[in-house]
């Protein structure tokens, strides 16, 4: 199994900007396809973001598209979220996960989580 922990969240005001990173442990993290998701208050986590083992392939949710960018670095055991021109509807805890199986974009198909980190977006 592969550990996961996410980092970097925080208060932003809206239009600005946040790169969340997750840290994974062992030497098969290239193995792995990961993904973001969020979670707001009282809502189902939802997909974000998720990239392919090489970093190949990327896909995204419609609300998040040409705002977010997912990236990895193989090297680093480290995947990364970088979200601009965020707003209200942004607020939310994200989550990091590793899945063996591409593409998927539902929880249910993710192996391992992280903690989450939060990200509150004020106006």
């Known amino acids: 199994q592969v550990q996961l922990v996410e980092s970097g969240g925080g208060l932003v005001q809206a239009g600005g900007s946040l790169r969340l990173s997750c840290a994974a442990s062992?030497?098969?993290?290239?193995?792995?396809?990961m993904g973001w998701f969020r979670q707001a208050p009282g809502k189902e986590r939802e997909f974000v973001a998720a990239?392919?083992?090489?970093?190949?392939?990327?896909y995204y949710a419609d609300s998040v598209k040409g705002r977010f960018t997912i990236s990895r670095d193989n090297a680093k055991n480290m995947v990364y979220l970088q979200m601009n021109s965020l707003n209200s509807e942004d607020t939310a805890v994200y989550y990091c996960?590793?899945?063996?199986?591409?593409?998927?974009?539902?929880?249910?198909?993710?192996?391992?989580w992280g903690q989450g980190t939060q990200v509150t977006v004020s106006s």
């Open positions: 990239i392919s083992w090489n970093g190949g392939n990327t």
């Open positions: 062992g030497r098969t993290f290239s193995s792995y396809h």
């Open positions: 996960a590793a899945v063996s199986k591409w593409p998927s974009t539902v929880v249910a198909g993710y192996d391992s």
